[in-house]
Structures are given as structure tokens and as C-alpha cells.
């Protein structure tokens, strides 16, 4: 069974440019979270989608970040315009379901603002 | 404020040995708990997991204790072996199925 994929691996870019995130789940996962794991720090939600509908984006900084996963499959992340506190590794993670607990992580993305 | 806390940011361990990893938390209303494991450049991998109504769960090397009234939970490897050398984070579910994480411990088995 593939695993979830996340591209790219790693991004340097500079602040106040654009940048996007793009997971592709493990199949027949409903539910998919995009987590920030600033360094040194635990991984933090961003978002959470069940299907293709936003379950919980409380803590997205929603005037620069945004996502979206159209057909309920794949996602992406966007932050735009990025800040140096960005920095940090982006973690996407799906389950099967909502109450599932054990969630499968991709190698997540690590980028850097500078 | 964190809900989750690891208090170890790293624990060094002779091979062959036991790891003993610590996590605290704050929320007496957090009814499941996780481990997981993280090497460099890989996302985390879960490890094992309990519930609040026990107090262990064991699965083969790896053993998970609850103190639900110390609101304290620990992790045991044994014995631990070179590829336990991994980044480990305790992870708590919340009313809302969200995992609240703690910072995470890392640990390094010396040979």
C-alpha cells in the first residue's frame, strides 16, 4: 500500500513570496490534516479536512495561508506572502476516518523563509 | 499553554538497556494517548497507543504506562536497541478527535 505523498521535499524561498504544498493521500482516506512543526516544537494542526469540507482550520492564519482539497483526494497548502517565521516542516497526514487516531504521516516539506 | 509536555528534550541510553520516555498533560478530559516515532527527513510513524480505562499496553519491546490521577504517562523500550535512536513525541486525543502533541524527546541509544 503507498504511502502519503507530499512534494516537494524541501523549498528556500524568500519572504513575502508565495508557496504551495501539495499531499496526496493514502487511498480511500477521508480525512487529511496539514500540520506546521516548527523546529524543536511539536507538530501543530493547521487544517483538517474530512472528504473535500474544511472540519476544523482554527488555528490557520487564514490572511496568508489557505488550502483546499478538491474530490475529496488530494490537498494543497498554500502561504502566501510567506513570513520568516514560517520556516518550519509541513506535515500532511491522513486516516481512514474522523475517529481514527493513528494517522499515517508524508515525509512533509521543510521550508525555509529567508 | 502547553497540554502536553515533555520535560526530557533528550535521554541518552546504554544498548541493551531500558529507555523510560516521560509525558504529562493537563487535560483530565483526554480519554486516548499515542506514541510516536520520528527519524530525520520522515514523518512521524505511530508506535502504540492506549486508552484511558487502562493503565499498560504492551507490544513486544514497547510498553506504555497511564497514571490517569498523575495525569503522567510513560514509555518503556526494552531492551533498546541502536535503531530506537529516533525522535519521540506523546500525543493526547482531544473531545474533538484533534491530537494535542508535546514537544518531543530524543533519544539516543549508545552502543
Known amino acids: 500500500e503507498a504511502g502519503v505523498a507530499q512534494s516537494p521535499r524541501y523549498k528556500i524561498i524568500e519572504k513575502r513570496q508565495s508557496v504551495a504544498f501539495w499531499c496526496n493521500p493514502i487511498?480511500?482516506?477521508?480525512?487529511l490534516y496539514w500540520y506546521q512543526q516548527i523546529l524543536g516544537q511539536g507538530p501543530k494542526l493547521l487544517i483538517q479536512?474530512?472528504?473535500?469540507?474544511?472540519?476544523?482550520d482554527s488555528q490557520l492564519p487564514k490572511d496568508r495561508f489557505s488550502a483546499e482539497r478538491l474530490k475529496g483526494v488530494d490537498s494543497t497548502l498554500k502561504i502566501q506572502p510567506a513570513k520568516l517565521e514560517d520556516s518550519a516542516v509541513y506535515l500532511c497526514a491522513t486516516t481512514p476516518g474522523r475517529a481514527n487516531t493513528e494517522a499515517f504521516f508524508g515525509q512533509g516539506t521543510r521550508l525555509t523563509v529567508v | 499553554d502547553q497540554q502536553v509536555k515533555q520535560n526530557s528534550p533528550s535521554l541518552s541510553v546504554q544498548e541493551g538497556r531500558i529507555s523510560i520516555l516521560n509525558c504529562d498533560y493537563t487535560?483530565?478530559?483526554?480519554?486516548?494517548f499515542l506514541w510516536y516515532k520520528k527519524y530525520p527527513a520522515e514523518g512521524p510513524t505511530f508506535l502504540i497507543s492506549?486508552?484511558?480505562i487502562k493503565d499498560k499496553n504492551e507490544d513486544g519491546r514497547f510498553t506504555v504506562f497511564l497514571n490517569k490521577s498523575a495525569k503522567h504517562l510513560s514509555l518503556h523500550i526494552v531492551p533498546s536497541q541502536p535503531g530506537d535512536s529516533a525522535v519521540y513525541f506523546c500525543?493526547?486525543?482531544?473531545?474533538?478527535?484533534?491530537?494535542?502533541w508535546g514537544a518531543g524527546t530524543k533519544l539516543i541509544i549508545k552502543p
Open positions: 492506549i486508552s484511558s
Open positions: 487535560n483530565s478530559m483526554f480519554d486516548y
Open positions: 500525543a493526547a486525543k482531544d473531545s474533538n478527535y484533534q491530537l494535542i
Open positions: 487511498s480511500g482516506h477521508a480525512t
Open positions: 479536512f474530512q472528504n473535500n469540507g474544511v472540519v476544523d
